[in-house]
Nanobody, 123 residues
Framework: QVQLVESGGGLVQAGGSLRLSCAAS????????MGWFRQPPGKEREFVAT????????YYANSVRGRFSISRDNAKNTVYLQMNSLKPEDTAVYYC????????????????WGQGTQVTVSS
């Protein structure tokens, strides 16, 4: 079993930055793919970013590419999502997830999920 705990969410003005963290514990494997998803108010959950191992390749949703950056520190069992140039449409609950099969844009490939952290971007 893997436990994921997100932190770092909050309220920020448009154009600002936030860094989300996802701490993993339990039966963690450095080979797991890690991903960030988000669920805006009244909308379905959507893919944001993913990072794979061992090469650490990354992939982003078009809506965040160039503004967000995903990274991982295997020694700390932590994944980060650096969010810059935030927009009001980035407002959502952000979820961290782990996929034993590797990085993926599809939520059904992720076995483990965190509880989410709220990000609110004011205009």
């Amino acid at each position: 079993q893997v436990q994921l705990v997100e932190s770092g969410g909050g309220l920020v003005q448009a154009g600002g930055s936030l860094r989300l963290s996802c701490a993993a514990s339990g039966r963690t494997e450095s080979s797991y793919g890690m991903g960030w998803f988000r669920q805006p108010p009244g909308k379905e959950r959507e893919f944001v970013a993913t990072i794979s191992m061992p090469g650490g390749s990354t992939y982003y949703a078009n809506s965040v590419r160039g503004r967000f950056s995903i990274s991982r520190d295997n020694a700390k069992n932590t994944v980060y999502l650096q969010m810059n140039s935030l927009k009001p449409e980035d407002t959502a609950v952000y979820y961290c997830a782990a996929a034993p099969s590797g990085g993926s844009v599809y939520s059904y490939n992720y076995y483990y999920w965190g509880q989410g952290t709220q990000v609110t971007v004011s205009s």
